[in-house]
């Protein structure tokens, strides 16, 4: 009898401790989801951005500095490796990318440029998946964290080797420029 209860609470204990490790593991891979959708949302981004410049280049022909502005902090963020690299990058890149919405008001030809008005609708939309797609990764994030350092998880995070997760943040400065997306006005 007192074989079976231990063979019971040795399985019972194997079996809390598969549900607590498959859980660290399905959040983490649920992070990683979300990290690639950011990704592509910010590809999106990235490939809107040599039409747009282009579009605003037939028009301010006088505005160079920022044109080259905002293809400078496009690549960067391209080349962007880590979350903190990428999130910086990103934050650049919206400040950049407000400038040249900007410019529009000065050049009335540009602004009721077709053109010009659908990229602008296209990047506004894209932001708005940045923003979604941001929130949804920074809470499967906490999630997870949580779990991480939480009891049992913590018994089994260390021992298994589960890192934290870093959040995709914006630079403090720029962060407000990704969540309030571009203004269209005509």
Do not use: C
Request: glycine content about 6%; overall charge negative; proline content about 4%.
């Amino acid at each position: 009898m007192g074989g079976l209860i231990l063979l019971s609470v040795v399985v019972l204990t194997a079996l809390w401790l598969i549900g607590v490790y498959n859980g660290l593991v399905s959040l983490r891979q649920r992070s990683k989801q979300a990290y690639a959708d950011i990704t592509v949302q910010l590809k999106q981004r990235h490939d809107l951005i040599p039409n747009l410049v282009e579009t605003v280049k037939g028009y301010a022909t006088h505005e160079k500095s920022t044109l080259e502005d905002v293809v400078k902090a496009r690549n960067s963020a391209i080349s962007a490796k880590s979350p903190e690299a990428q999130g910086a990058a990103e934050g650049v890149l919206s400040s950049a990318l407000s400038r040249l919405i900007a410019l529009s008001e000065s050049y009335p030809e540009l602004k009721a440029n077709q053109n010009f008005q659908q990229l602008q609708n296209e990047l506004s939309d894209v932001e708005n998946k940045i923003s979604a797609a941001r929130r949804f990764l920074n809470n499967i994030v906490a999630e997870y964290n949580a779990a991480r350092e939480g009891f049992p998880g913590v018994l089994i995070a260390q021992r298994f080797g589960f890192e934290p997760l870093d959040y995709f943040f914006l630079e403090a400065g720029d962060q407000r420029a990704v969540e309030e997306p571009p203004r269209v006005q005509f």
